[in-house]
């Protein structure tokens, strides 16, 4: 079970914004501003999309935005493109009895259609 | 350019021992906190153990807390990950990455390619 609830898939068709939600608690999402998302291809090692909530890293292309409210982190792409088929993880950091100092979500399938 | 590279990945038994590796180039090793995270066949991601830049801080998820311990040599820019009492539970591709900026919270921005651990007899 992870610590952060992820939809299993998203779907869109080029063109097209799509969102992903991702789900922690007052003791995670909530209470730190360390959230981040991961894009994997299969086979492939995790890359940072977004930091800090909303920052991006050097390279990451701008239809790529993160967002909070409360619990709950977005990660938004806009104007899909087949190259982001992919698998996104969301991250928060944590004080985690269970989990450690970092929590992941399951991870969420983005399909273009 | 910063990189990583795992290795020591291998058949291990249940009960046994491996020790990981994680080389790195391109940076100062030394600045960075590390950290150890770990994707079971065809599963998410987990987070396993940090450690702070000089070593001296580390912390590790419970479900390995007592038996792996990660250590570094900063003389080698390269990062340890020491597994004991192994289960086949710790099955899973094992990444090291470095901690964007050095609050021992924040993201992960340069990963290795992974280093397969198989736990089985």
């Known amino acids: 079970q992870s610590a952060l609830t992820q939809p299993a898939s998203v779907s869109g068709s080029p063109g097209q914004s799509i969102t992903i939600s991702c789900t922690g608690t007052?003791?995670?999402?909530?209470?730190?501003?360390?959230v981040s998302w991961y894009q994997q291809h299969p086979g492939k090692a995790p890359k940072l999309m977004i930091y800090e909530v909303f920052k991006r890293p050097s390279g990451v292309s701008n239809r790529f935005s993160g967002s909070k409210s409360g619990n709950t982190a977005s990660l938004t792409i806009s104007g899909l493109q087949a190259e982001d088929e992919a698998d996104y993880y969301c991250?928060?950091?944590?004080?985690?009895?269970?989990?450690?100092?970092?929590?992941f979500g399951a991870g969420t399938r983005v399909t273009v259609l | 350019e910063a990189q990583l590279v795992e290795s020591g990945g291998d058949l291990g038994q249940p009960g046994g021992s491996l020790r990981l590796s994680c080389a790195a180039s391109g940076f100062t090793f030394s600045s960075y906190w590390m950290h150890w995270v770990r994707q079971a066949p065809g599963k998410g991601l987990l987070w396993v153990s940090r450690s702070n830049r000089d070593g001296s801080s580390t912390s590790y998820a419970d479900s390995v807390k007592g038996r792996f311990t990660i250590s570094r040599d900063n003389a080698k820019n390269t990062l340890y990950l020491q597994m004991n009492s192994l289960r086949a539970e710790d099955t899973a591709v094992y990444y090291c990455?470095?901690?964007?900026?050095?609050?021992?919270?924040?993201?992960?921005?340069?990963w290795g390619q992974g280093t397969m651990v198989t736990v089985s007899s």
């Open positions: 990455a470095r901690e964007l900026r050095g609050t021992g919270a924040d993201a992960f921005d340069v």
């Open positions: 991250c928060s950091f944590a004080h985690s009895s269970t989990f450690g100092a970092y929590v």
């Open positions: 007052s003791s995670d999402v909530g209470s730190y501003n360390f």
